[in-house]
Nanobody
Framework: QVQLVESGGGLVQAGDSLRLSCAAS????????MGWFRQGPGKEREFVAA????????YYADSVKGRFTISRDNAKNTLYLQMNSLKPDDTAVYYC????????????????WGQGTQVTVSS
């Protein structure tokens, strides 16, 4: 069973950058595609980005395309989310998870959710 721990969140101003990390325990991290999701205050959890198991394919929500970059280091069992040009609308708890289902975009295709890391962007 892979366990995931997110870190790197914080309070920043609009236009700033943050890099989130998702550290995985267990030996099977490199076997799975991974994703980032977020849940803003009063909102449903939504897809942010995903990456294939080897890192050669990436997928992004339209709202973050061009600003966020997902990457992974399988040697370090770590998933990353580089977030640039942050906006107040990016304020949310960010979660990483392992893709076990068919869709890259649906949270129902993911499992082993981390506890989340809070990102707050002030205007």
């Amino acid at each position: 069973q892979v366990q995931l721990v997110e870190s790197g969140g914080g309070l920043v101003q609009a236009g700033d950058s943050l890099r989130l990390s998702c550290a995985a325990s267990g030996q099977t991290f490199s076997s799975y595609a991974m994703g980032w999701f977020r849940q803003g205050p009063g909102k449903e959890r939504e897809f942010v980005a995903a990456i294939s198991w080897i890192g050669d394919r990436t997928y992004y929500a339209d709202s973050v395309k061009g600003r966020f970059t997902i990457s992974r280091d399988n040697a370090k069992n770590t998933l990353y989310l580089q977030m640039n040009s942050l906006k107040p609308d990016d304020t949310a708890v960010y979660y990483c998870a392992i893709r076990v289902g068919a869709s890259y975009y649906r949270d129902s295709s993911y499992n082993n959710w981390g506890q989340g890391t809070q990102v707050t962007v002030s205007s």
